[in-house]
Each structure stands twice: as C-alpha cells, then as structure tokens.
C-alpha cells in the first residue's frame, strides 16, 4: 500500500524561508510531486524528483531522499501569496496510480 | 501546448439525480487520466485512473463509475447521487515527469 504524511498546518513570515517535510511509505516508488494548491482552486504543479537531491527552481527548491522515503519542499524569501496549500504526492512504480497526502497549509504573515 | 478541460464548474444536483463529469485533453496522445476527489479542507483522494481507451482502474468502490470512450476522454457518472458525493472533483492528467490538473467541479447534492 502507500502512504504519505505531511504536518497539517505551518506558519511563517514574509521574506524568511520555510520547509515543508513529507514522508512516505509505497510499495514501488517511480517519483515524488509537490503541487501548491489556493482555495477553491485546483492543484498546480511546483516540482518532480524521481532521484535523490535538491531540484531548485527560482523561490522553490524540492528535496529527496529515497533510502529515507523523505522528502521536502522548501520555499524562501516568502511571499503573502505563498499561502496556500502544499500537497505531496507520490507515484507507484509502472506510473499510473499518484496518491496524494492530506496537504500543509501554509500561512504566511506580515 | 497540453490543456485540460474539465466541465462544469459547479453543478448542484439533488439526491438519487444522475451525474455526468466530463474531462478532455488536448496536446498529447494517450495520456494517463484520473478522476480525485477532495472533501472541504482534505487532501486528494484518488478514485479512477485510466492508461488508455476502456481501461479503467478504479481505486475506492462507491457510488460512482468512468468510462474512457476515447483516447483523450475521461467521464465520471453516478446512476444516482447521494449527499456523501459532495465535493470538489479534479481531473488529471500526467506525462512521466508532471501532471497536471483541471479546473475542477464542485458538486453539492442536495
């Protein structure tokens, strides 16, 4: 089966950095997603790793560690618009079947 | 470019009514395609998914079913609604790297 965890709720200030943590436990593992999600409005996609590392993309960087089953996501010089939900998502081996985790929602404060 | 469609955008329907989600996908050929669903305030939880033309995979047996009567074509239909149907449906597809979402339907069954 698979299983993927992240905390509930995380607070931070603007312009200060933040790290989102996600674990997972899958039986065939073929990649991790981070997707940020606003409410009432459907996921978008943020970041893939399949190998393990640091994948950087402008403010977003995402991590991976798949002796660990550990990822995170990492955001920084943070943004009002930054909050939001953050959902992890791993994909089983064969790359059909992608469960998500219950989602971090970030508040970020002035 | 890949676009999804997904319609309509809100729908209410009273209970034991039937139900039609459609979803098309234009810029790629044989996608993989999924229906989620999310309830207020939780994560994504996964309910079909598809590899190609009348293959269906369904992940959580309900009230619900899909169909894939073309290649770039997903539907989700109920022969009759009940009021635990209510939420928020995303259509999916993905390629081996990202995945990407439709705009959503939130469905309330009254």
Not at chain 1, 49 to 61: A, I, T
Not at chain 2, 18 to 40: F, I, M
Not at chain 2, 80 to 95: N, V
């Amino acid at each position: 089966g698979q299983n993927i965890d992240q905390p509930t709720e995380m607070t931070a200030t603007e312009g200060a950095i933040v790290q989102i943590n996600c674990t997972y436990q899958t039986s065939g593992f073929n990649g991790l997603f981070w997707y940020q999600q606003h409410a009432g409005e459907a996921p978008t996609f943020l970041s893939y790793n399949v190998l393990d590392g640091l994948e950087e993309k402008g403010r977003f960087s995402s991590f991976l560690s798949r002796s660990k089953g550990y990822s995170y996501l990492l955001l920084k010089e943070l943004q009002m618009k930054d909050s939001a939900s953050y959902l992890c998502a791993g994909r089983n081996t064969g790359g059909f079947k992608t469960i998500f985790g219950a989602g971090t929602r970030l508040f970020v404060k002035a | 470019s890949q676009t999804i469609h997904q319609w309509p955008a809100t729908l209410v329907q009273p209970v034991g009514s039937p139900l039609s989600l459609e979803c098309t996908v234009e810029g790629t050929s044989n996608p993989n395609l999924y229906w989620y669903r999310q309830a207020a305030g939780r994560g994504l939880q996964l309910l079909f998914y598809s590899v190609g033309i009348g293959q269906i995979s369904s992940e959580v047996p309900q009230n619900l079913s899909a169909s894939r009567p073309q290649d770039r074509q997903f539907i989700l239909s109920s022969k009759k609604l009940l009021l635990s149907d209510s939420g928020f449906y995303l259509c999916a597809w993905s390629s081996d790297t990202e995945a990407f979402f439709g705009q959503g339907t939130r469905l309330t069954v009254v």
